[in-house]
């Protein structure tokens, strides 16, 4: 009989136990709940944090997040309106402003994103579809130095007077978007272009367009490069040859002068005692043309032979040297 009590005691505890679990729930300062009853919203939306109630069983409390939630569109393809085709990617933040009414057209944070996908992606189309492909890049008309690296006709494309630019454009795509939202209880606070690049036919030709551009400014370079290193070898050589030049006309200078004085020495030798100044250049003579191997065939009457028949002129063994 007790294990019966006990046993109902222990079932009235956990009926107990989970009607006031169904019946209590708690609401953070993050939270805002819609109460639905058989799957119908009853009553207005509770956003105060604290305790509440409801019925047990047949209510529920649908929780939805109170804060400011992202939102990020995938790549599209988009054509401009000066007919460039492009991939652009948004990202906004967005919350939900009226939970009831969120909970009656989406259900939840699901429908929500797929419902925006299909609103801010087709405000984005549309705006960008009016505008040209610079409006979307640039952002004002400020104005920025020119590089050599630029084609004529990028750049004349890039100097393209901007009349919204990309951050009227993507305060336009909001401005759209936000008149569409409320009707789902949601609302955008910001919206921003994440990237915009050119499609991948598009992409290949103008990086064709860059290589090929590259290639020109090296090929530029090079032959700057060729004609400045000619130039300056030039220079070398004419340097070297006036160098080579000026040092040979001060070594033949300087010879010269050499020759003037042996000249002017020899002359002033020669006026002292002009037989001895004979005799010593005859016998450098001798000693530059004649030596142990050598033969001489000169006439009895040569001047050179002068010295050979002179008595004095005889060598230390006393032998003449041949004849």
């Known amino acids: 009989m007790s294990g019966r009590v006990l046993l109902v005691g222990g079932g009235l505890l956990v009926v107990v136990a989970l009607t006031l679990g169904s019946t209590f729930f708690t609401v953070s300062e993050t939270e805002q709940v819609v109460i639905t009853q058989f799957g119908e919203p009853i009553g207005q939306a509770i956003t105060r944090p604290g305790l509440h109630v409801k019925l047990p069983f047949a209510q ?55 419902r925006l996908d299909d609103i801010i992606d087709g405000d984005t189309r549309n705006v960008i579809a009016n505008h040209n492909l610079i409006e979307v890049v640039r ?36 401005e759209r978007a936000s008149r569409v939202v409320p009707d789902y209880g949601i609302e955008l606070v910001d919206l921003q272009i994440q990237r915009v690049n050119y499609i991948e036919s598009v992409q290949a030709k103008v990086f064709d367009r860059m290589i090929s551009e590259r290639k020109r400014i ?24 006036v160098i080579e030049s000026e040092a040979y006309r001060k070594t ?10 042996a000249t002017g020495i020899y002359a002033s030798a020669y006026n002292r ?31 050179l032979f002068r010295y050979l028949q002179s008595p004095g002129a005889a060598g230390p063994s006393g032998r003449s040297p041949k004849r």
């Open 252 to 261: 033949q200078e300087i010879m010269g002068r050499g020759d003037a004085e």
């Open 60 to 114: 529920e409390a649908n929780v939805f997040d109170k804060r400011w939630l992202e939102w990020n569109g995938n790549a599209n393809q988009l054509p401009t309106r000066d007919k460039k085709y492009i991939w652009v990617e948004t990202y906004a933040r967005w919350r939900i402003a009226d939970p009831l009414l969120f909970f009656q057209r989406l259900r939840d944070e699901r429908g929500a994103q797929s």
């Open 273 to 303: 005692d002009r037989e001895l100044y004979r005799f010593l250049r005859t016998m450098e003579t001798y000693r530059a043309t004649i030596d142990k191997d050598s033969w001489l065939v000169l006439s009895t009457d040569a001047d």
């Open 139 to 174: 952002t004002s008309n400020r104005s920025f130095e020119r590089a050599e690296e630029v084609e004529d006709v990028m750049e004349a494309e890039a100097m393209r007077q901007v009349e919204l630019g990309r951050d009227k454009i993507t305060r336009l795509i909001l």
């Open 218 to 241: 090296a090929d530029r370079h090079r032959s700057e490069g060729q004609g400045k290193s000619a130039e300056i070898r030039g220079k070398k050589e004419r340097e070297l040859k």
